[in-house]
């Protein structure tokens, strides 16, 4: 499955920036959080990407805060299959994963794992060195000191 994932980078030039993406992305794929990154715009399935944006701009700010929502809701979603299991199942049930699938629900121990936010395919925002940004806490530090910290968008596979 393919996310638009934006990255936080620390650089001076736009060039850094885009250096800088390029081997976080490189250590995301290493650390298997993703299969592989389109590595050009041309072959991305969303516009701007791989164009380093500085964050004190209003389209960077509305990049990571688009990022931050779609991992809410995703939270919020997971949440409801964590609550439905630990309402309708026991733990034994949960630890051995039987579950009749409830149309709505992703039933799956898996859910507590999407829950933390630290995964690739929960996680579409990322800070230097490729560390995930899980909650609004952790991006507001970034906001609070934008200099020399940019935006890259980046189409990843998982």
């Not at 925002?125 to 906001?143: H, V, W």
Request: proline share 1%; charged share 30%; glycine share 4%.
């Amino acid at each position: 499955m393919h996310y638009l994932v934006r990255l936080i980078v620390n650089a001076d030039t736009k060039e850094d920036a885009h250096a800088e993406a390029e081997r976080a992305m490189d250590e995301l794929v290493e650390w298997h959080e993703f299969d592989w990154y389109n590595q050009t715009a041309e072959n991305s399935r969303w516009p701007d990407c791989w164009e380093p944006i500085r964050l004190s701009t209003k389209k960077a700010q509305a990049m990571v805060a688009d990022a931050m929502t779609e991992q809410r809701n995703d939270f919020k979603r997971t949440m409801d299959s964590i609550r439905f299991m630990l309402n309708n199942y026991t733990d034994e049930q949960i630890f051995s994963e039987e579950f009749e699938q409830i149309e709505g629900y992703y039933l799956s121990r898996y859910q507590f794992s999407r829950a933390s936010g630290y995964h690739a395919n929960t996680c579409q925002l990322f800070g230097e060195d490729g560390y995930s940004i899980t909650n609004q806490k952790q991006l507001d530090g970034y906001l609070k000191d934008t200099k020399n910290l940019w935006v890259v968008q980046v189409d990843c596979h998982n």
